[in-house]
């Protein structure tokens, strides 16, 4: 697709769907600027999955998508990972369960032996001598020593009931017991001496709540998938496929178990390596000889190779015969000790996608502290570039907490495009928080956020940097060999081995991002693809150019080893880090003695600290950053700035992200262009540059990052005093403090005070005993007019009642939407009183207190001391004066997670303005707030600033004499999910600024 589609929802279909409601949503993902939206299945989903409800309700969106403008892309689970169809792949045919090879073992000193081990599908049981350098031909199969036993006897009984009655009544007792608790046993006699025994036994994963997970090394279970799932949506909507429905995500598919296994994998294994994989099963979890890392690296490749085969390939197929782009990603991509246990040799799995993808969760992002997570993304977009891909996705905002901010979503993208990423799936839109849903990986970046009325300046953004970051191609010196094959020989009980070489190459992947040397992870089956072009390394794909290939690991496969030769021969730069590594046969090549290779195959031996400079003397670069030293007089190589650049033409396309929480002085150099370009980048800022022959520099996207904010100000009026605040929507006091009893309390006058507080917050889904009241108390300073008692759907199940006062609410409760969908609210004006009022929630037949309970409407509300969710209500009549200095939670707002108003009237004398040819430029700025802010001049909108700086260029708008200012701020969504009292509001003084 040449258009962009970011941003696209992670749509989480989580509740029972309504019609209107879906609808709704849709308009309001469409009003905000997304493209698309993913139709994601999720735990809650209370409409049968792939029931002819939920295809109609697929139905329904697809065709408002088509009407409205958006794509409704296909998602291939319920929830995650792909592979079950919602679990019904293995409920219906248990055969299809996951299976996994399982090492049993003990220590003999020999002589007799007796080892019972639990059961499953026995394969081998061996005895391997423990001691240096035991050969293969010392190990004794003992498997045709094994068999079944019961080892537990039942308690004694009489029985008679399966037999003619008579035997009962005449006969004598007939006592009865069995032995039960079947065990393989193997009994042999072994010479003297120390051994392990090891029996491998293949047993199926453990189902989980979702079902047993399938096989899909499995081609039937596979297929079996596909017909309940990719067909049944082709044969509702193939008609959209390639337009309206423009593709499908699939979700964290895997191998389970240390090592995975299928019925087929021998045969399949053999076939590959002219070996029998059985009779060398101790490798697969023992470091036993010099034979060992090949073995494991075999089964490793083979794994992958059958889940390409069996499960990725011909869905990918599948996708591109309907017209569809087949995208989604692969987990752990982060880690490559998990690759190799869940997906080994990621890149070759990843490379049958139209839009490969990773995922990015938690709100971390790579750099000094933890530079490995640069290597989910960087793998993703070197895919993408070897292959000649699109673009490459990120599934991302994931398990952020209802903490993160839209300014904390700006610094991971900003990372993640840096990084070379392409698209941005937001993880989630949820359709509900009701009850436990809001505690499922959030937050919900959806109507329930308060930021949501800005959303759509964030998504514009997204837009424009994946619209300017999918032209050309991209541009860097490096290709950074994958060391899978390293990970595959240690693999799984080398941990120390694996930890230090997962150690050093996040080291080295940071240390050339943060000196912007850009580089393309390659494997490989890529670069056996490449040749050399004007001593360059060529891919001819995607037409990238790379000056040097670095390797390093303790193992490289042979294949590449005698290409590299070939290459470095023909005057190729490849340079080796560190010690030469052992070699690895390539799979499915003839055999060689590759253990005996001493031929030099790089061009240059360097140790890793030198890299960097060895890369600055030895390559040369079009870009060159530098920055101002702390004398100012002297420029230094910038670090810990990440560059990403694109070619279009003779044009170049530069993107900057700033790895430090300072403000930086920059200079960009570049040899066509002359004098440097000079700019300031701020604490985890961005800023993304282009520069042509024809009009030079431009900054086209940061209108801050392009202005006079940087330098000395010619005039600055403070106009921090004297704000009129007040919210745009009714405050909330969250009631999270509970008081549980199976006696009812109130009526009867007894202490409740003294009963130990349940906190919902922070000890969600309390299960209530049958007949046990929950109490809640708050304080009323006067009765208003209104007061709403807000629940969500929990409450109406069971037979819950709730009361105020004592007085049981038996009206049927408004449905409305304060922080949801599924929000229900009584008016408990008429039941109040002055001081203390108490809610009262009666679990009858028992259940689960899953949520706090909230209570709305215009008030000003007081905690009673810190850390307390009980609060006195106050009247609040008329908009906050004063200064703007305060908290909200200060202001009478400690759970407010709406915007917050601050209006001024400001008169400006006609002097202030310059009445030069030359106009002023006139900034309104703001030193700090949470967390983001929209102003508003005089009735015109100056725009929406995520992020710091927080600073509005407002020349045109401002005017001599009375001006009207309006700052909308969203605070975080925290306060109101949690009840916990975020800093939220204006805090730094507010200027107008005029340069």
Same mark, same amino acid.
Request: net charge negative; with cysteine.
């Given at each position: 697709?040449?258009?962009?589609?970011?941003?696209?929802?992670?749509?989480?279909?989580?509740?029972?769907?309504?019609?209107?409601?879906?609808?709704?949503?849709?308009?309001?993902?469409?009003?905000?600027?997304?493209?698309?939206?993913?139709?994601?299945?999720?735990?809650?989903?209370?409409?049968?999955?792939?029931?002819?409800?939920?295809?109609?309700?697929?139905?329904?969106?697809?065709?408002?998508?088509?009407?409205?403008?958006?794509?409704?892309?296909?998602?291939?689970?319920?929830?995650?990972?792909?592979?079950?169809?919602?679990?019904?792949?293995?409920?219906?045919?248990?055969?299809?369960?996951?299976?996994?090879?399982?090492?049993?073992?003990?220590?003999?000193?020999? /002589?007799?032996? =007796?080892?019972? !081990?639990? +059961?499953?599908?026995?394969?081998? @049981?061996?005895?391997?001598?423990?001691?240096?350098?035991?050969?293969?031909?010392?190990?004794?199969?003992?498997?045709?020593?094994?068999?079944?036993?019961?080892?537990?006897?039942?308690?004694?009984?009489?029985?008679?009931?399966?037999?003619?009655?008579?035997?009962?009544?005449?006969?004598?007792?007939?006592?009865?017991?069995?032995?039960?608790?079947?065990?393989?046993?193997?009994?042999?006699?072994?010479?003297?001496?120390?051994?392990?025994?090891?029996?491998?036994?293949?047993?199926?994963? @453990?189902?989980?709540?979702?079902?047993?997970?399938?096989?899909?090394?499995?081609?039937?279970?596979?297929?079996? !998938?596909?017909?309940?799932?990719?067909?049944?949506?082709?044969?509702? !909507? /193939?008609?959209?496929?390639?337009? $309206?429905?423009?593709?499908?995500?699939?979700?964290?598919?895997?191998?389970? /178990?240390? +090592?995975?296994?299928?019925?087929?994998?021998?045969?399949?294994?053999?076939?590959?390596?002219?070996?029998?994989? $059985?009779?060398?099963?101790?490798?697969?979890?023992?470091?036993?000889?010099?034979?060992?890392?090949?073995?494991?690296?075999?089964?490793?490749?083979?794994?992958?190779?059958?889940?390409?085969?069996?499960?990725?390939?011909?869905?990918?197929?599948?996708?591109? &015969?309907?017209?569809?782009?087949?995208?989604?990603?692969?987990?752990?991509?982060?880690?490559?000790?998990?690759?190799?246990?869940?997906?080994?040799?990621?890149?070759?799995?990843?490379?049958?996608?139209?839009?490969?993808?990773?995922?990015?969760?938690?709100?971390?992002?790579?750099?000094?502290?933890?530079?490995?997570?640069?290597?989910?993304?960087?793998?993703?977009?070197?895919?993408?570039?070897? /292959?000649?891909?699109?673009?490459?996705?990120?599934? *991302?905002?994931?398990?952020?907490?209802?903490?993160?901010?839209?300014?904390?979503?700006?610094?991971?993208?900003?990372?993640?495009?840096?990084?070379?990423?392409?698209?941005?799936?937001?993880?989630?839109?949820?359709?509900?928080?009701?009850?436990?849903?809001?505690?499922? #990986?959030?937050?919900?970046?959806?109507?329930?956020?308060?930021?949501?009325?800005?959303?759509?300046?964030?998504?514009?953004?997204?837009?424009?940097?994946?619209?300017?970051?999918?032209?050309?191609?991209?541009?860097?010196?490096?290709?950074?060999?994958?060391?899978?094959?390293?990970?595959?020989?240690?693999?799984?009980?080398?941990?120390?081995?694996?930890?230090?070489?997962?150690?050093?190459? #996040?080291?080295?992947?940071?240390?050339?991002?943060?000196?912007?040397?850009?580089?393309?992870?390659?494997?490989?089956?890529?670069?056996?693809?490449?040749?050399?072009?004007?001593?360059?390394?060529?891919?001819?794909?995607?037409?990238?150019?790379?000056?040097?290939?670095?390797?390093?690991?303790?193992?490289?496969?042979?294949?590449?080893?005698?290409?590299?030769?070939?290459? @470095?021969?023909?005057?190729?730069?490849?340079?080796?880090?560190?010690?030469?590594?052992?070699?690895?046969?390539?799979?499915?090549?003839?055999?060689?003695?590759?253990?005996?290779?001493?031929?030099?195959?790089?061009?240059?031996?360097?140790?890793?600290?030198?890299?960097?400079?060895?890369?600055?003397?030895?390559?040369?670069?079009?870009?060159?950053?530098?920055?101002?030293?702390?004398?100012?007089?002297?420029?230094?190589?910038?670090?810990?700035?990440?560059?990403?650049?694109?070619?279009?033409?003779?044009?170049?396309?530069?993107?900057?992200?700033?790895?430090?929480?300072?403000?930086?002085?920059?200079?960009?150099?570049?040899?066509?262009?002359?004098?440097?370009?000079?700019?300031?980048?701020?604490?985890?800022?961005?800023?993304?540059? &282009?520069?042509?022959?024809?009009?030079?520099?431009?900054?086209?996207?940061?209108?801050? #990052?392009?202005?006079?904010?940087?330098?000395?100000?010619?005039?600055?009026?403070?106009?921090?005093?004297?704000?009129?605040?007040?919210?745009?929507?009714?405050?909330?006091?969250?009631?999270?403090?509970?008081?549980?009893?199976?006696?009812?309390?109130?009526?009867?006058?007894?202490?409740?005070?003294?009963?130990?507080?349940?906190?919902?917050? $922070?000890?969600?889904?309390?299960?209530?005993?049958?007949?046990?009241?929950?109490?809640?108390?708050?304080?009323?300073?006067?009765?208003? %007019?209104?007061?709403?008692?807000? *629940?969500?759907?929990?409450?109406?199940?069971?037979?819950? *009642?709730?009361?105020?006062?004592?007085?049981?609410?038996?009206?049927?409760?408004?449905?409305?939407?304060?922080?949801?969908?599924?929000?229900?609210?009584?008016?408990?004006?008429?039941?109040?009183?002055?001081?203390?009022?108490?809610?009262? @929630?009666?679990?009858?037949?028992?259940?689960?207190?899953?949520?706090?309970?909230?209570?709305?409407?215009?008030?000003?509300?007081?905690?009673?001391?810190?850390?307390?969710?009980?609060?006195?209500?106050?009247?609040?009549?008329?908009?906050?004066?004063?200064?703007?200095?305060? &908290?909200?939670?200060?202001?009478?707002?400690?759970?407010?997670?709406?915007?917050?108003?601050?209006?001024?009237?400001?008169?400006?004398?006609?002097?202030?303005?310059?009445?030069?040819?030359?106009? %002023?430029?006139?900034?309104?700025?703001?030193?700090?707030?949470?967390?983001?802010?929209?102003?508003?001049?005089?009735?015109?909108?100056?725009?929406?600033?995520?992020?710091?700086?927080?600073?509005?260029?407002?020349?045109?708008?401002?005017?001599?004499?009375?001006?009207?200012?309006?700052?909308?701020?969203?605070?975080? *969504?925290?306060?109101?999910?949690?009840?916990?009292?975020?800093? =939220?509001?204006?805090? &730094?003084?507010?200027?107008?600024?005029?340069?």
């Amino acid at each position: 697709m040449k258009e962009t589609m970011t941003p696209i929802s992670f749509w989480f279909l989580n509740h029972l769907l309504e019609e209107n409601e879906l609808i709704w949503q849709l308009d309001e993902m469409k009003d905000k600027g997304f493209k698309g939206v993913f139709i994601h299945p999720r735990d809650g989903l209370e409409t049968p999955y792939l029931s002819e409800d939920w295809m109609e309700k697929v139905e329904l969106i697809v065709n408002y998508c088509e009407q409205i403008g958006l794509h409704a892309w296909l998602y291939d689970e319920d929830p995650y990972p792909s592979g079950t169809a919602g679990g019904m792949v293995t409920f219906h045919k248990p055969e299809f369960l996951a299976k996994s090879l399982f090492m049993e073992s003990m220590v003999s000193a020999g /002589g007799k032996l =007796c080892f019972d !081990f639990p +059961v499953g599908r026995l394969i081998k @049981v061996f005895a391997i001598p423990i001691k240096d350098g035991a050969q293969r031909s010392e190990w004794i199969d003992l498997t045709s020593r094994t068999g079944i036993v019961r080892v537990n006897w039942s308690p004694s009984y009489v029985h008679h009931w399966h037999y003619f009655g008579r035997y009962e009544d005449e006969g004598n007792p007939h006592w009865r017991t069995a032995a039960g608790s079947s065990v393989y046993r193997t009994m042999a006699v072994l010479p003297t001496g120390d051994w392990k025994i090891c029996a491998f036994v293949i047993r199926n994963i @453990v189902p989980s709540s979702r079902g047993g997970y399938a096989d899909l090394l499995n081609p039937e279970a596979v297929r079996y !998938f596909m017909e309940l799932t990719h067909k049944r949506y082709a044969a509702r !909507f /193939g008609n959209k496929f390639g337009s $309206t429905i423009p593709g499908m995500f699939t979700d964290e598919p895997k191998v389970l /178990g240390i +090592v995975a296994w299928t019925e087929q994998f021998p045969s399949y294994f053999k076939k590959m390596f002219d070996y029998e994989l $059985t009779d060398q099963l101790p490798h697969l979890f023992m470091q036993l000889d010099g034979h060992t890392a090949q073995i494991r690296h075999d089964y490793r490749y083979a794994l992958s190779r059958l889940i390409l085969e069996s499960f990725i390939e011909p869905i990918a197929k599948w996708c591109q &015969e309907h017209h569809l782009l087949y995208t989604g990603h692969l987990s752990p991509e982060e880690d490559p000790i998990g690759q190799t246990h869940f997906t080994p040799y990621l890149m070759s799995l990843l490379r049958p996608f139209s839009l490969p993808g990773t995922d990015l969760i938690a709100g971390l992002i790579g750099d000094e502290q933890r530079p490995l997570l640069h290597l989910g993304p960087k793998l993703v977009s070197s895919v993408a570039h070897h /292959g000649g891909k699109p673009g490459a996705m990120v599934e *991302t905002f994931g398990a952020n907490g209802w903490d993160m901010t839209i300014g904390d979503m700006q610094r991971m993208t900003d990372w993640l495009f840096v990084m070379g990423i392409t698209d941005i799936v937001t993880h989630a839109q949820f359709y509900s928080i009701d009850g436990q849903r809001k505690r499922e #990986a959030p937050p919900s970046i959806f109507y329930q956020s308060s930021y949501w009325s800005f959303y759509e300046t964030y998504s514009q953004r997204l837009t424009d940097l994946s619209n300017r970051l999918k032209r050309g191609k991209h541009h860097c010196h490096v290709l950074l060999y994958y060391p899978q094959s390293s990970f595959s020989a240690y693999y799984p009980d080398e941990k120390q081995k694996m930890e230090q070489l997962r150690d050093r190459l #996040a080291w080295l992947q940071h240390e050339l991002l943060a000196n912007q040397w850009d580089f393309d992870w390659v494997d490989e089956d890529a670069l056996l693809s490449m040749k050399l072009e004007n001593g360059k390394w060529k891919n001819e794909i995607s037409d990238e150019s790379y000056d040097v290939l670095l390797l390093f690991g303790d193992f490289l496969e042979s294949e590449a080893v005698l290409f590299c030769k070939r290459m @470095v021969d023909q005057g190729a730069e490849a340079w080796l880090l560190g010690e030469p590594p052992r070699l690895i046969q390539t799979a499915q090549k003839a055999a060689s003695n590759v253990a005996s290779y001493t031929e030099q195959f790089w061009s240059r031996q360097i140790v890793d600290p030198a890299l960097i400079t060895e890369l600055r003397n030895t390559v040369k670069r079009e870009v060159v950053l530098l920055e101002a030293a702390d004398s100012e007089a002297e420029q230094v190589y910038a670090r810990e700035v990440y560059m990403h650049t694109r070619m279009v033409g003779s044009a170049k396309l530069i993107f900057l992200v700033n790895g430090q929480k300072k403000w930086r002085r920059l200079f960009v150099h570049l040899d066509e262009a002359g004098q440097p370009k000079q700019l300031s980048l701020a604490p985890e800022g961005s800023i993304y540059l &282009e520069w042509s022959k024809s009009a030079g520099w431009k900054q086209p996207l940061d209108k801050v #990052a392009n202005s006079d904010l940087y330098e000395t100000p010619s005039v600055t009026l403070d106009i921090s005093d004297s704000w009129n605040i007040q919210p745009k929507t009714d405050n909330v006091l969250v009631l999270a403090d509970w008081h549980c009893s199976t006696e009812e309390l109130l009526a009867s006058k007894k202490s409740i005070t003294l009963l130990p507080i349940h906190r919902l917050t $922070t000890q969600p889904e309390r299960h209530m005993q049958p007949g046990e009241h929950a109490y809640c108390r708050f304080f009323l300073d006067a009765v208003p %007019a209104a007061l709403y008692l807000v *629940t969500e759907s929990f409450a109406l199940t069971n037979g819950i *009642t709730i009361s105020v006062n004592g007085i049981e609410l038996n009206t049927a409760p408004k449905r409305v939407r304060r922080y949801d969908t599924h929000n229900y609210e009584w008016n408990i004006a008429s039941v109040l009183k002055q001081g203390l009022n108490w809610v009262t @929630v009666y679990f009858p037949n028992g259940g689960v207190f899953c949520e706090p309970l909230r209570l709305y409407g215009r008030f000003l509300a007081e905690l009673c001391y810190a850390g307390a969710m009980t609060g006195t209500i106050k009247q609040m009549d008329t908009a906050l004066d004063g200064s703007v200095f305060s &908290e909200w939670s200060y202001l009478g707002f400690p759970h407010y997670s709406g915007v917050m108003m601050y209006e001024k009237e400001l008169v400006i004398p006609e002097g202030w303005f310059l009445k030069e040819e030359k106009a %002023a430029s006139i900034w309104l700025q703001i030193g700090n707030l949470a967390d983001t802010a929209r102003c508003v001049i005089n009735g015109n909108d100056a725009g929406t600033v995520l992020s710091k700086p927080y600073a509005w260029e407002v020349t045109t708008q401002l005017h001599a004499g009375v001006n009207h200012i309006l700052i909308l701020v969203a605070g975080g *969504t925290l306060a109101t999910m949690e009840g916990i009292s975020k800093r =939220c509001g204006i805090f &730094e003084s507010i200027n107008l600024v005029r340069y």
